[in-house]
T-cell receptor, first 114, second 114 residues
Framework: GENVEQHPSTLSVQEGDSAVIKCTYS??????FPWYKQELGKRPQLIID?????GEKKDQRIAVTLNKTAKHFSLHITETQPEDSAVYFC?????????????FGGGTRLMVKP | DSGVTQTPKHLITATGQRVTLRCSPR?????VYWYQQSLDQGLQFLIQ???????AKGNILERFSAQQFPDLHSELNLSSLELGDSALYFC?????????????FGQGTRLTVV
């Protein structure tokens, strides 16, 4: 089955700096890569996603890049703010044939220091 | 509010007991997914139902079972509970189309086995 590895497990940055979280996946059949943010005690919420036919996607301060050849994708957060502090999860999905279920990475705890 | 409702929010029970967790998906979503989140395991996919039928199975123990009812709500049954079953159990729903779409998570049920 699919295996998703995520690095780093913890990341501490100063407010205003950029943060980068990287994930690798094992199954080349994966074609959908969402990123979820989970605040303490809350549900995971989608912040951005990318499909395998796209190399990069941006949404304000957040961007995701995908390298299908290398089987890795990354989350970039610019101008970090204290409210960005949370656990971030990457995930991969193989689509309808596999039920669209998500295989998650282990998570990255991001701490933004004011 | 994601539109996915899970009950109860918290559950404390003794080892060896059986519990039922309930999930109501977003209106119109045919797919329901169950995920387990424990401290050292991240988010693990357990099982998926689509329009009443089991669609995909992940790392779900034989002591655990699920079903989806005609009104599309789902229940996750956990039996012969062990201390290690203590975790946050999330339900998610999605429209389930050929193209991957966002999975919306409920607020979770925190299960504590004592």
């Amino acid at each position: 089955g699919e295996n998703v590895e995520q690095h780093p497990s913890t990341l501490s940055v100063q407010e205003g700096d950029s943060a980068v979280i990287k994930c690798t996946y094992s199954d080349s059949a994966s074609n959908y890569f969402p990123w979820y943010k989970q605040e303490l005690g809350k549900r995971p919420q989608l912040i951005i996603d990318i499909r395998s036919n796209v190399g990069e996607k941006k949404d304000q301060r957040i961007a995701v890049t995908l390298n299908k050849t290398a089987k890795h994708f990354s989350l970039h957060i610019t101008e970090t703010q204290p409210e960005d502090s949370a656990v971030y999860f990457c995930a991969a999905s193989k689509g309808w044939a596999a039920g669209n279920m998500l295989t998650f990475g282990g998570g990255t705890r991001l701490m933004v220091k004011p | 509010d994601s539109g996915v409702t899970q009950t109860p929010k918290h559950l404390i029970t003794a080892t060896g007991q059986r519990v039922t967790l309930r999930c109501s998906p977003r209106s119109g979503d045919l797919s329901v997914y169950w995920y387990q989140q424990s401290l050292d395991q991240g988010l693990q996919f357990l099982i998926q139902y689509y329009n009443g039928e089991e669609r995909a199975k992940g790392n779900i123990l034989e002591r655990f079972s699920a079903q989806q009812f005609p009104d599309l709500h789902s229940e996750l049954n956990l039996s012969s509970l062990e201390l290690g079953d203590s975790a946050l159990y999330f339900c998610a729903s999605s429209p389930q189309t050929v193209v991957n779409t966002e999975a919306f998570f409920g607020q979770g049920t925190r299960l504590t086995v004592v």
